[in-house]
């Protein structure tokens, strides 16, 4: 069975970091990439950034870029997302997430999510 | 961008419903609907527009292709209320998703 937890979220004050990690179990972490999206409290997703499965970036939203950065660790079969100069706006519950296709992206795999972990909440709130 | 319509749809167990998905600029039939319930991380029903994902009962069928898709549940299960997304992969980075519709009683 996929499994994916989230941890190292919690309250924060802007301008400062926070690193979520994310540790996955049941399949085959190098096989896959993996992306982080997050949710606002009652509101819609939105996708953050992803890597591929050899570590290559696949993307930053605008809203991070910059800010956020994404990396793993095939040997901890971990995902990881260093969030710097927090913003208030950036309050939201974050989830990691298994693309649905192994192996290498093209323009015409990846970017559908098919594992999601329970989700982690971010505050940063003065 | 993905519009989603209606924003909310009120109906009874049995009933079935159809809810639309419409995109800013042509993405094939790469497109993917989730569905969340409260306190719940979304689940994958639909990708590619029209394939159910491991697991979704074939009561839920996706349609569409270029810019305007639809997901079609048949026969409402009173498991099958919640917020449903669509999401689309035809032109990313970003991946985008729309704002949602929700499936209320």
């Known amino acids: ?126 | 961008v993905l519009t989603q319509s209606p924003s909310t749809l009120s109906l009874s167990p049995g009933e079935g419903a159809t809810l639309s998905c419409r995109a800013s600029q042509s993405i094939g039939t790469y497109l993917a609907w989730y569905q969340q319930k409260p306190g719940q991380a979304p689940r994958l029903l639909i990708y590619d527009a029209s394939n159910r994902a491991t697991g979704i009962p074939p009561r839920f069928s996706g349609r569409g292709s270029g810019t305007d898709f639809s997901l079609t549940i048949t026969r409402l299960e009173p498991e099958d209320f919640g917020v449903y997304y669509c999401q689309q992969r035809g032109n990313w980075p970003p991946l985008t998703f729309g704002g949602g519709t929700r499936v209320e009683i």
Not at chain 1, 39 to 51: A, D, F, R, T, Y
Not at chain 1, 76 to 86: A, C, D
Not at chain 1, 95 to 121: A, E, M
């Open chain 1, 1 to 126: 069975e996929v499994q994916l937890v989230e941890s190292g979220g919690g309250s924060e004050h802007p301008g400062r970091s926070l690193r979520l990690s994310c540790a996955a179990s049941g399949f085959s972490f190098d096989d896959y990439a993996m992306h982080w999206v997050r949710q606002v409290p009652g509101k819609g997703l939105e996708w953050l950034s992803g890597i591929s499965w050899n570590g290559n970036l696949l993307g930053y939203s605008d809203s991070v870029k910059g800010r956020f950065t994404i990396s793993r660790d095939d040997a901890q079969k971990s995902l990881y997302l260093q969030m710097n100069s927090l913003r208030v706006e950036d309050t939201a519950m974050y989830y990691c997430v298994r693309d649905i296709d192994p192996g290498t992206c093209t323009p015409s795999s990846c970017g559908y999510f098919d594992s999601w972990g329970q989700g982690v909440l971010v505050t940063v709130a003065s």
